[in-house]
DNA sequence: GAAACTGTACCGTCCGGTCGGTACAGTAGA
DNA sequence: TCTACTGTACCGACCGGACGGTACAGTTTC
């Protein structure tokens, strides 16, 4: 669809160059689009910023979704393995989310984010073998977004690959 | 110091009503100064949005020096100190701390950020008795404070607790 | 020829930053 | 002690530019 591509642009000027560099004409410029068209796609800047912060929700909803199954730890595991998911495909999406979150300060656009903060985090104690293993573990793998976006250098592939196989065991035992 | 409550003002305009309202206008009248005045101390917004973010890093950084003492697993035993030390405060300093992150997005401005970040997490692994464990530690801790800052209500006083007394437990083995 | 879409010219507002000026405390000289 | 001068802190009107949004006249598609 044409509104993806135009999100696609706004994404792209946003973790490239920061957030107050997200203007309506830098968009469709690089959008390939006048500002007119990007305007008759979404009739405000809000709108086209709520757009956003509502896709990256389900991209990560959706990356869960392919590996959990509702059994016991299933979520937990999901969670991490979705985590991990993000930060070996090639499309740094972990720049985008944080350059996202960053745009939506405003507590109106902001909530949409919290809300799925709380629906990630907030979980079943039944859920896991341990509960409060099961916390950590999805905290750790929160933790590892924040860092990477901020520090994309810091862990190597052999380091991820360890703390991921680790995050995997903690859940087992 | 003048320059601390004019800080202290920008702050709160920045957690209370996000980026976006954090202008030289809305920060000088939350002061009870005028705009010059504000401008006085800091010539341009830049310079401001600067002086918020080093004044948390090194808020953070003392936190950190109340426990840490160069004994082995004191790093990471002093960081997740830190962290919870910041949420049992009255003074909601992760809401602060969402809010300045987000004010510095601007790559300039995200640096010292980012430095900082990479100094908390990128340890010597000789460090911790277990080096995996460290740093799985150290990434809820971050991992929490992330959640908090987008979901306060998450985490009762008893979870926290829970969180705290688990981690601590996890370097000691 | 209607609907979907695009391009452009333009408007009003807001915001960062400038600038001329004020108040005043200190101080130094005679 | 009066005067002249200096530096610091602060004020608020104003400017230029950018940005979000509107209006509307095309243009393509079916």
Redesign the interface.
Known sequence: MKKDALLDAAEAVLSE????ALTLTAVADRAGVSKGGLLYHFPTKEALVKALVTRVIEEFDDLIGQTYDGSPGSYSRAYVEATFKVFTDGARTYRRWS?I???A???EL?EP??EA??RW??RDPAEDRDP??G?????????????MS??PE?YGEA?LA??RE??LA?LER
């Open positions: 160059h920061g957030t107050q350059a979150t960053a745009a300060t405003d507590p902001a984010l919290n903060m709380a985090h907030r409060v293993t916390t950590i573990v999805r905290l750790a793998a929160e933790g590892l977004w924040e860092v901020h520090s810091l380091e360890a703390l680790r995050l903690l």
